[in-house]
């Protein structure tokens, strides 16, 4: 026991006397003395070659001994710890006068900027914005839509299953919200509904595995296509200026009928053909068509009485023309040289 007391004491004198003068050698100190592998750690070590009578009395002395080491360090790291920040000068030292350091301001994202933006001028049309999951099952997603398993329109839209659960997907649109809304029964229903989306799609300038996009839905008595063409031509006139002419062309879609896709005269040549329109001065950028009779007796939806027009849209493709931003992958890339461009729109 006599032996430990005088190598406890010789260490302290040691640590004592240790030459501490900046950060360095207060690093070199912590190691030393207070590291995994230092003198504490070690020492604490050689408890158990102690007789089991001294365990007690040796077991005190070691702690007391760390407490000595623990203090002196925190004393020299109130001395050194805070110096190398300031590079060697004292703390009194400080100019307040000085400019802070500029904390860089985030700035908003563009795929946010123009979903508010097309929102914002469907809300004034008397939409609200309806959300839903983005994890959703077969039915919600595809089966409602008057998309039945096997059907060949399913393949456009593949996506990622959940394979303990082979009923639930990541939603290959926000249509399923639509379907959600309409279940609730209360019509007449004018809802839009922004919201991420996903497909199995290979990752590329045109295309990636998850996007964003607008629906919206109108539902109620004597609604006709009509009031469809209206509602989009008073938004493309809101979001692309009163230049912008439309045009629209039948297409397919199973849960409307009929269906049309939308173009928007292209704003870049503003008609005239470039590589944006493909030299055709046209620029598809929706799908819409009247309510499938059978997804709104799906719903619960007597479509005797009702009827109704539904529309959706990637907001990546309206970013992407509005910005002439040429690769979509830039979006999800994080890089603040790209999304710090974008402060307000
Ligand atoms: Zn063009």
Redesign the pocket.
Same mark, same amino acid.
């Given at each position: 026991m006599n032996s430990l007391i005088e190598l406890l004491a010789k260490h302290k004198a040691e640590v004592s006397a240790a030459v501490v003068n900046d950060a360095a050698s207060l690093e070199q100190f912590r190691i030393q003395y207070l590291g995994t592998k230092g003198l504490v750690k070690s020492l604490m070590g050689e408890m158990k070659n102690v007789l089991p009578e001294d365990k007690k009395e040796a077991g005190r002395l070691l702690n007391e001994f760390k407490l000595f080491v623990e203090n002196q360090f925190q004393l020299l790291l109130e001395q050194y710890g805070s110096e190398s920040n300031s590079k060697g000068s004292k703390s009194d030292d400080i100019d307040l006068s000085l400019p802070g350091v500029e904390l860089p301001l985030g700035s908003r994202h563009p795929i946010s900027i123009i979903r508010d933006r097309m929102v914002e001028i469907f809300e004034r049309l008397g939409f609200r914005v309806a959300e839903g999951p983005e994890i959703e099952d077969d039915w919600h997603n595809f089966t409602a839509l008057n998309l039945p398993e096997h059907h060949p329109a399913r393949d456009m839209q593949d996506t990622f299953y959940i394979s303990q659960q082979p009923d639930w997907l990541l939603r290959t649109h926000t249509s399923s919200v639509q379907i959600r809304e309409m279940q609730k029964g209360q019509l007449p229903l004018r809802i839009i509904c922004p919201g991420r989306v996903y497909r199995n799609e290979t990752i590329s300038a045109r295309a990636h595995c998850f996007f964003h996009q607008v629906e919206g839905l109108y539902i109620a008595e004597n609604v006709s296509f009509a009031d469809l063409k209206q509602t989009l031509y008073h938004f493309v006139k809101e979001m692309f200026g009163e230049q912008a002419k439309i045009r629209f062309r039948p297409s397919y879609f199973p849960f409307t009928e009929p269906s049309a896709e939308m173009d928007i005269s %292209?704003l870049?040549?503003e008609g005239?053909?470039?590589s944006? %329109?493909k030299r055709t001065?046209w620029v598809e950028i929706l799908g819409c068509g009247m309510v499938h009779p059978q997804v709104l007796e799906n719903c619960g939806i007597d479509s005797t009485k009702y009827s109704g027009f539904a529309f959706g849209m990637g907001i990546e493709r309206i970013t992407m023309l509005m910005y002439q931003v040429k690769d979509l992958r830039l979006f999800s890339e994080n890089d603040v040289r790209f999304l710090k461009q974008f402060t307000l729109a």
């Open positions: %292209c870049i040549c005239k053909g470039c944006v %329109c001065g």
